[in-house]
């Protein structure tokens, strides 16, 4: 994430290019590898991918012709109907399989005071209305945020998810990705697969981080561990 103010996101190395790659490019290192060795293609740019509308949906569109049954995903911040126009999404159709859009915040003046869209708050209800339209061209519609929420605003974000009938999906360490495994693993709850963040994840009523933690440790049935 660009926020982070850094080059690089984990051990990628420098992420930044000399100069921006035609479509023939991008194409070109796709091709280079052996699709049949992935589970998914993901448009995720150190950016906005769909800033380059065309060129994505044309590359999609050449690698779906080579590799039909490899899904494509694009990760988006859903401003596109607001730089692009209102058929952003219908532009997806037959090329892309998944959209997942960083929802980032529970209501538009949060997101702007986050994002700092050059949109101002209208770049909330413009991302709601992206993922609303999109349920009509791509068969896997998700809003994401990330677990460093309190949990209210989770709720919340959960709350926005159903109400336009698409998935929520929360990222982070205190998720299914780190923490359900490891503390049901450890108590041996036999919840490795049914944990909530709902109901288990971080929330600032309960303390700092690492207190919650130490509480996790100390006492897994008061979150929901037996």
């Not at 926005?160 to 990222?171: M, Y």
Request: charged share 25%; proline share 3%; with cysteine.
């Amino acid at each position: 994430c660009i926020r982070l103010g850094g080059d690089t996101v984990g051990d990628s190395g420098n992420l930044w290019l000399e100069r921006e790659p035609d479509k023939e490019e991008v194409l070109a290192d796709i091709f280079r590898r052996d699709l049949s060795e992935f589970q998914e293609l993901v448009f995720c740019g150190y950016g906005e991918p769909m800033m380059r509308l065309d060129d994505l949906v044309w590359i999609a569109a050449q690698v779906k012709r080579k590799a039909p049954n490899l899904p494509i995903r694009v990760n988006t911040n859903g401003q596109a109907e607001l730089f692009y126009g209102p058929d952003a999404a219908s532009r997806l159709q037959g090329v892309v399989d998944a959209v997942s859009i960083s929802l980032n915040a529970p209501d538009a003046q949060q997101y702007d005071e986050m994002c700092h869209s050059v949109y101002g708050e209208q770049a909330f209800d413009a991302l709601l209305r992206f993922a609303e339209k999109c349920k009509a061209y791509i068969p896997s519609v998700i809003l994401s945020v990330v677990d460093v929420m309190d949990r209210a605003d989770i709720e919340k974000c959960r709350k926005i998810a159903a109400e336009i009938g698409v998935t929520l999906d929360v990222e982070g360490l205190d998720s299914n990705a780190f923490f359900q495994r490891f503390f049901a693993i450890m108590y041996n709850s036999g919840q490795e697969n049914t944990w909530d963040l709902g109901t288990n994840g971080w929330d600032s009523e309960r303390g700092t981080s690492g207190g919650q933690a130490a509480s996790y440790l100390k006492n897994s049935e008061a979150w929901g561990f037996s």
